[in-house]
């Protein structure tokens, strides 16, 4: 639930200006501007949170100053053009209900396990009701502006969809695929030696026995230790390349032919075995045969990025902006 809450603290502080008053670094105080979008601030508090609530996803405990830097200019300026979309919004007479802003709040507070929660963690960051209900009214408003001036801008035609399968047909290839019968023997990442070599041994035994002969599907559903294919007799369904479940199957399988019986490969997991079932080359796909639901999503989603960002900056051009 914290990035909810985290949301919700962003989109208030958005919305007010609201920051404690505790140091930030070189010197500023929390409620100091970083900038200001036609004299209206962006507070060092606002960035410190969108940076808060970035770095997680970055999925890194620690990052480069260089990389901290990059993050900070990225947020920084996604504040500003947040900003500049909503004084937007405001000019064009975009208008947000109270029901609309209700419908919203009530989702939010319905994806906690009760009311009670709900509010003891808006408690938490000093907020109220209130509070949320005045950001949820100005996040309206960019969706709002957003979809008037952008999304809906876009209507693709199914002759621009042939046209750009003309203009692509590389794009449009269903690419080379197998099906293997797998046995995993793992082994602890951290184990010894011994470890790995007993279970290279043990792998090494199975690969042998399916040379000689034996039933391959049976071995895998007596010895192998991957939950997910073992069930299946280590059958792991038709796969295209670069999906295999362990990359460092991928060559193994890939330059081998159908009948091979593939040596022990070492994965972080342990040692896997296995014995290639089919394979299928790759084919390009016909124009009857693309998914043109999916087409037109992609398409869509591409020319809404690229409208988006002409418009950002079109905003930027006839604005005042001022970073400190």
């Not at 069930?231 to 091979?260: C, I, W, Y």
């Not at 089919?278 to 084919?283: A, I, L, N, V």
């Not at 398409?299 to 409208?307: F, G, L, Q, V, Y």
Request: charged share 35%; net charge neutral.
């Amino acid at each position: 639930m914290r990035t909810i809450i985290a949301c919700l603290m962003f989109l208030v502080l958005a919305g007010t200006g609201r920051a404690a008053e505790s140091s930030a670094a070189g010197g500023k105080k929390d409620s100091d501007p970083i900038a200001k979008v036609n004299n209206t601030p962006i507070t060092v508090k606002m960035l410190k949170q969108a940076i808060e609530e970035r770095i997680p996803a970055t999925g890194h405990r620690s990052l480069s100053q260089n990389r901290l830097f990059e993050i900070r200019q990225e947020e920084l300026n996604k504040l500003i053009v947040r900003e500049l979309i909503y004084q937007e919004a405001i000019r064009l007479g975009i208008k947000v209900e109270s029901n609309e802003v209700e419908a919203e709040f009530s989702r939010i507070a319905g994806r906690f396990p009760s009311e009670k929660q709900f509010k003891e963690n808006l408690d938490r960051q000093g907020l109220t009701p209130s509070d949320v209900r005045e950001g949820l009214g100005r996040y309206l408003m960019i969706r709002k502006v957003t979809e008037q001036e952008v999304r809906s801008k876009i209507v693709l035609t199914d002759d621009e969809l042939k046209t750009y399968y003309d203009g692509h047909r590389e794009q449009f290839v269903i690419p080379d695929a197998i099906r293997l019968r797998m046995i995993l023997i793992k082994v602890e990442p951290g184990g010894s030696e011994p470890d790995w070599e007993e279970g290279r041994k043990k792998a090494q035994g199975l690969a042998d026995r399916i040379r000689a002969g034996e039933d391959a599907a049976s071995l895998a559903a007596e010895f192998s230790e991957d939950d997910e294919t073992k069930v299946n007799g280590g059958d792991t369904g038709l796969l295209h390349q670069g999906r295999l479940p362990f990359t460092d199957m991928e060559e193994a399988a890939f330059s081998r032919k159908v009948g091979d019986v593939v040596d022990p490969v070492r994965l972080l997991q342990g040692y896997v075995v296995f014995k290639i079932e089919e394979k299928r080359p790759s084919k390009p796909l016909s124009y009857e045969e693309v998914d043109k639901e999916l087409l037109r999503r992609e398409m869509k989603t591409s020319a809404i990025e690229k409208r988006f960002a002409e418009w950002a900056a079109g905003l930027k051009t006839k604005a005042e902006i001022k970073i400190y």
